[in-house]
């Protein structure tokens, strides 16, 4: 095994067991609980989850998905987190190296993973992880090469102003709320760590992917224009997109539009 890949295999394991606490953060985040103690359990029969059964992915496997204790299923969303969160700590570990660039992108994608979740299954974004984010991209910003504090402020300003304005211009055209304050503040975040230019990349590449989904599942659905559907993921989706494919996907578009010519 080369050095390099057998470091890439460690990201990837350091990934997942990040993950499994990250299961712990979308479970009970949106009901207000501690995520220190209690210990991890079995919400049916409050079995306490040895350390064999919190391996992740691999215990899920052996457990064949159910509780050691009481026999009830586990939640498909605990391997799949830890299997997410492993894969995108190798891809960035991969792209960036052992660099401050490659932890606070680790930083910001643990969080997307956390907000993604939750957000599906509860249509929220909680503010304990997109408040502290903007202050936390923030502080990062004047320590990452090629990356500045002014950046990081612009990307604060232009990422939360614009979900604002599109927010208030629809209000006060329908007289209803199209858009919550979470998302606002979750690409405020995203600006902070990204810089403002990821902002109208975000921005298009969410609004494109969050149509033709919310159209498709309105189709096979057959509802209206009223179904409610969480933001947040797709904001999730844009900003990994801008990580890894930003800059190649701009010059693609510029290229294709002829910008880039003369």
Known sequence: MTPSLY?????FVFGMIVGSFLNVCICRLP???????????????????????NIPLLSYLFLKGKCRGCGTRI??????VELLNG???????????????????????CALVVITFIDIEHQIIPDEISLPGIVVGFILSFFIP????????????LGGGSLLLVAYAYQRLTG???????????????GAFLGWKSVPFI??????????????????????????IPFGPYLALGALLYIFYGNALIRWYLGLSGFNQG
């Open 31 to 53: 009901k207000d609980e501690s995520i220190v103690s209690p210990p991890s359990h079995c919400p049916v029969c409050s079995y306490q989850i040895r350390w064999y059964d």
């Open 203 to 228: 921005i298009f590449a969410s609004s494109l992917v969050g149509s033709l989904v919310g159209v498709s599942i309105m189709l096979v659905q057959k509802k209206n224009s009223k179904l409610a």
């Open 75 to 80: 939640s498909i969303q605990y391997p799949l």
């Open 146 to 157: 090629g990356h500045s504090w002014l950046n990081s402020l612009l990307g604060i300003l």
């Open 7 to 11: 470091y890439a295999v460690l990201a």
């Open 176 to 190: 209803k709320e199209g858009m919550g304050g979470g998302d606002i503040k979750l690409l405020a975040m995203m």
């Open 87 to 109: 894969l995108l700590t190798m891809f960035l570990f991969l792209r960036f190296g052992p660099t401050l660039a490659f932890a606070t992108l680790f930083l910001l994608c």
